[in-house]
């Protein structure tokens, strides 16, 4: 190689080298498992504006074990306000960050095929739904999906009968794939959960007054590591954002 090639080789590597330092490392957000399906094509829009962030998954109480022993997270996207207020407690977060980002609705579902009831009331046949089978839900002592099915089960008279055949899942999303491995008769699980799932459906809504309000805050962690954190942030409350959301079954929060 030439002296001048050597130079020129020399010097587009220094350029690369150069150009990859200020490249900044991507956005980490830190979500909940159930976010994951749509969280992934907000993700891509915002790749689609130049930014760049990615999502680590996982139950809310285990992201927050996470940042709590220094995960490098740059954004908290919790399942559950009172998880959020515990990330405050520990200043995990930025307080004056903080938003309520989407809500939900808390459903039954089912194998498809069976029939349909609108809002589950304390007459509905869920023995007979069951038959014997199993309810799949997630863990109520540590998952906020859990949380909130015990609620509903509780305010309907369901829990005392139900309990002895629950099955735990991991996550709501993995509720329901029990539900569509056959492995239990129903599930209790957000109605996104549902979006895109061919062997499951919707039997009922529990109504809203029979669990707290199924809201999903988000905040910037305390010290972030991306400086496009808040720009991230600004993103996911933005409209774009938002249609993909609604477009999964979420609503906005109030």
Known sequence: MTLSRR?????????????????????????????RPALEKVLAAYRQTGGGAVAVYGPTPVLIRQLAGGAPADILLTADPDWMDAAVKQSLVQPGTRADLLANDLVLAGAAGSKAAGTITRTFALDALLDGGRLAMCDPDHD?????????????????????????????PAAV????????????????????DEHAVRVGLFPA????????????????????????????????ALGIFTGFGYRPAA
């Open 144 to 172: 906020p999906a859990g949380k909130y099915a015990k609620q509903s089960l509780l305010a309907l008279g369901f829990w005392d009968a139900v309990q002895p055949h629950i099955a735990i899942a991991e996550s709501a």
């Open 7 to 35: 130079a020129l080789f020399c010097c587009v590597a220094l350029a690369q080298a150069s150009r990859a330092r200020a490249q900044p490392a991507p956005v980490q957000i830190y979500a909940a498992m159930t976010f």
């Open 177 to 196: 794939v029990l539900v569509d491995h056959g492995e239990a008769r129903a599930a209790v699980c957000f109605a996104t959960d549902l979006h895109g």
């Open 209 to 240: 007054d029979s669990h707290a309000p199924i809201v999903y805050p988000v905040a910037l962690a305390r010290e972030p590591h991306s400086p496009d954190a808040a720009g991230a942030l600004a993103f996911l409350r933005g409209p774009e």
